[in-house]
C-alpha cells in the first residue's frame, strides 16, 4: 500500500515516469537486470534481503543506475554502510515528499543527495575530525572495540595482537584524535559509524 501511494504521488511529477514496481530485494535485482532503467528508489528494510546488498548487486549488475535509499534510519551508521554500496542518494521516511523528488532529481544529474537531518549528522561527524591525523586500519579496529567496552586484553585476544600493542594503538588514538577519556573515544567512534552502539 505504501508502494502504490509513493508511486501514484510520484507519478505526479511531469518529468518522472515508473518504469517499474518490485515487492522486495530479488523482484528489485531481476527489473534491473531486465531493464535499462535511470533511478532505482530502494527501501532499505526489505523483508528478503539486506538494502546494502541489494545496491551493491544492483550496481554491479547496472554500472550507471542511480540509487536513493529510503530509510527508517537516521544514523550515521546506517549512511555510511548505504553509501560504501553504491547508493547515489539517502533520505529519511521521515522527511517529506519533496526531499525525494530533489533526491531523484539530484541522483539523476549526476549529484550525491543526503537528507538535511542526514546531512547535518554527516557534517557533525566530519567536524570532530578538524583535519587531525587520520587512524589506520588497525587503529580503528581497535577504537571500535574500545568503544563496545571491551578490555585490552580482550581486544588483544580478538585481534591476535598484544596487550601492550592494544595499549600503544589506544594511546596513538587519543593522541591523534586529542581525546583523553573512553567516554570521548565511544562518541567519536559512534559518530563516525565505527560502532552502532
Given at each position: 500500500m505504501v508502494r502504490e501511494m509513493l508511486v501514484a504521488l510520484l507519478r505526479r511529477e511531469s518529468d518522472f515516469s515508473v518504469d517499474a514496481e518490485a515487492a522486495n530485494g530479488r523482484e528489485a535485482l531481476a527489473l534491473v537486470a531486465g531493464r535499462t532503467l535511470e533511478v532505482l528508489v530502494l527501501d532499505i528494510g526489505l523483508p528478503d534481503m539486506d538494502g546494502a546488498e541489494v545496491a551493491r548487486r544492483a550496481k554491479k549488475a547496472a554500472p550507471n543506475l542511480k540509487i536513493v535509499a529510503?530509510?527508517?534510519?537516521?544514523?550515521?551508521?546506517?549512511?555510511?554502510?548505504?553509501l560504501r554500496a553504491g547508493v547515489d542518494g539517502y533520505v529519511v521516511k521521515s522527511a517529506a515528499l519533496a526531499d525525494l523528488v530533489q533526491a531523484i532529481?539530484?541522483?539523476?544529474?549526476?549529484?550525491?543527495y543526503l537528507s538535511p537531518d542526514i546531512a547535518r549528522v554527516a557534517t557533525l561527524a566530519l567536524s570532530d575530525f578538524d583535519g587531525r591525523a587520520a587512524l589506520g586500519a588497525?587503529?580503528?579496529e581497535v577504537l571500535a572495540r574500545l568503544a563496545e567496552g571491551k578490555?585490552?586484553?580482550?581486544?588483544?585476544?580478538?585481534?591476535?595482537i598484544s596487550v601492550g600493542t592494544v595499549e600503544?594503538?589506544?594511546r596513538n588514538i587519543m593522541r591523534k584524535l586529542g581525546l583523553h577519556t573512553i567516554a570521548e573515544l565511544t562518541k567519536?567512534?559512534?559518530?563516525?559509524?565505527?560502532?552502532?552502539?
Open positions: 529510503l530509510s527508517a534510519h537516521d544514523t550515521l551508521f546506517f549512511v555510511q554502510q548505504m532529481r539530484a541522483v539523476a544529474g549526476g549529484k550525491v588497525r587503529e580503528r578490555r585490552s586484553s580482550v581486544i588483544a585476544s580478538e585481534l591476535a600503544a594503538h589506544r567519536y567512534a559512534i559518530r563516525r559509524g565505527l560502532t552502532s552502539l
